[in-house]
């Protein structure tokens, strides 16, 4: 698969761990069912695009991964809930994180501007995928994921998939203090690193999403954290960006046990 269409995380994940972030450019033989403002391969079935579209694309994602049997779909909210993928298939969990033990059951997220975090134990015995925008950043979500492990950190290792950079995230003051005064873990002078003062907006900042998962993953004891380097602002020919375009598709980050 090309790196215009799927990407592959660079990292030491052991063999049997299967992960990848979609783009809009879908899959080798098939670009994706979904027509403008969605085009091509969107995979989110909140954002009014036709239903049998995005079944067509999330079909076809799961017949091109080896190994894959289901993927575990969320309801996403901007929270911190960390669901534990199981056999059994009933409705679709309202959380923003799950956790899969299941060999072939995928966990996902779906991010169009939010860091999608992708997790695995460093032995292959279990793999997360979380959606941090910040929100649930603050909030734990990230936090909450390792915990979920119910292991030591120093046991696993973290990739942080396509988001917005800092150079295209202005938030307002109130974001800034709400780290500061709310990011478990933490310390001011890592946040503080995290934030630079806009050059638009008096008071305003251009914050470092990544910045700030890696310095929280980091002080939590996660053994290797890396990516970081894509931006779905920036890359138009590659990703969706709410921010950028408004109404748009979502991509995925997967992750799953062969």
Not at 213 to 231: E, F, P, R
Request: include cysteine; proline fraction near 5%.
């Amino acid at each position: 698969m090309a790196a215009d269409r799927i990407i592959f995380p660079d990292w030491p994940a052991p063999a049997n761990v299967v992960a990848l972030a979609t783009t809009r450019n879908g899959l080798a033989g098939f670009a994706g069912a979904s027509v403008e403002p969605y085009s091509r391969f969107n995979l989110g079935d909140h954002v009014d695009d036709l239903p049998a579209s995005v079944s067509k694309n999330r079909d076809a994602l799961l017949s091109a991964c080896d190994g894959l049997n289901a993927i575990a779909w969320l309801q996403q909210v901007h929270g911190t809930e960390v669901h534990l993928v199981s056999a059994e298939r009933g409705e679709v969990a309202v959380a923003d994180a799950s956790i899969s033990h299941i060999q072939g059951l995928a966990s996902v997220v779906l991010t169009a501007d939010c860091l999608p975090v992708l997790f695995c134990k460093i032995d292959g015995s279990a793999v997360a995928a979380a959606h941090a925008g910040w929100r649930g950043l603050l909030a734990g979500v990230l936090a909450n994921t390792v915990k979920a492990f119910n292991c030591p950190p120093q046991e696993l290792m973290a990739w942080c998939g396509p988001a917005i950079s800092q150079a295209h995230f202005e938030v307002g003051p109130e974001v800034y203090r709400a780290f500061v005064d709310g990011f478990a873990g933490v310390p001011k002078e890592q946040i503080d690193a995290a934030f630079s003062p806009s050059i638009n907006k008096q008071g305003h900042f251009y914050a470092d999403l990544n910045a700030l998962a890696k310095a929280q993953l980091h002080n939590l004891g996660v053994a290797w954290i890396g990516g970081g380097d894509l931006c779905t602002y920036a890359d138009a020919e590659r990703f969706y960006s709410f921010r950028r375009d408004g109404q748009t598709g979502r991509q995925v980050s997967l992750i799953y046990r062969r």
